[in-house]
């Protein structure tokens, strides 16, 4: 199955929006966020997109050049957020002040702020969705880090679509590449030939994730794709025919995790205090 089929099912088959909806983009300047825009835009989907200034020297510029290229080829309506004009400091800066204090990886402090990030301007913008651009290989990976590190309750919310997770502050997160191998994104992105920078983000250095990406790239495409298989199976949201509702619609079955709104900046939150301002020591 080809890749523009595979994402028309994965959409389909997941419900993950509908062309009526306003769906905003992040876009990073790879391949997967670029990919992700430039189909959904091909198949009709009203959306926008957003991209994340991080303030990291030359290759900030140059992801941001790419995704402005994209959207003005494409007339697809772009939101900057500058992180140095909005939070005060680029994102190394913010990196560094809170790996003074507490022992953690590049990528997990940045992930946790960009979604903070993503979540408040989306709802600023009015969107009905996010959609990013993570691929079956960076699912795999996520699930299996989740596991290694003895918490695979950790990947409850994950799927092509955010789960169990109803919230007005909330806007719910869509994945439309969830099924699609890494190298066939890589593929098409150059036979399309789509602005895309393609050098590694300079900080992903000592992730933890590069280590089980190692990993899971030495695993056939059937290995990886039958990890996914599994979430999906363990999750509880392989769809089939065997758990069909009244209408005849496959069933997802729902668990809703519980949100709090944080008691400093306001937004959603499994704990009292949301991970982003826990990490910015902004907790009193
Ligand atoms: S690779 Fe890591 S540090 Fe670089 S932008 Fe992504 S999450 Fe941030
Ligand atoms: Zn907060």
Known sequence: MNIETKIKETIQKNKLCNKKEKILVALSGGKDSTVTAYLLKKFGYKIEGFHIN?????????CLEAVKKLCGE?????????????MGSSMCYLRSAIQSRKSLKNCAICGVIKKWILNKEARKLKADKIATGHNLDDEAQTF??????????????????????SDKKFIPRIKPL????????????????????????????????????????????????????????????QRDDSSKDDSGEPKIEKKETKINYCEVCGEPSRNEVCKKCELMGVNS
Do not use: W
Not at 55 to 61: I, N, R, W
Not at 74 to 86: A, F, G, N, T
Not at 144 to 160: Q, T, V
């Open 54 to 62: 991080l303030g990291m020297g030359d290759y900030s510029e140059k």
């Open 74 to 86: 494409l007339r697809i309506k772009l939101h900057v957020y500058d992180i140095k004009k909005e």
């Open 178 to 237: 969830f099924y699609v191998l890494e190298n066939d994104v890589r593929e098409y992105s150059k036979k399309e030939k789509l602005p895309v920078i393609y050098d590694k983000c300079p900080c992903a250095i000592d992730s933890y994730r590069i280590q089980v990406r190692k990993f899971v790239d030495g695993l056939s495409n059937e290995e990886k794709m039958n990890i996914i298989k599994n979430m999906d199976k363990m999750l509880g949201s």
């Open 144 to 165: 299996l880090m989740n596991i290694f590190k003895g918490s695979p309750e950790l990947s409850a919310n994950s799927g092509a679509i955010t789960r169990n997770i």
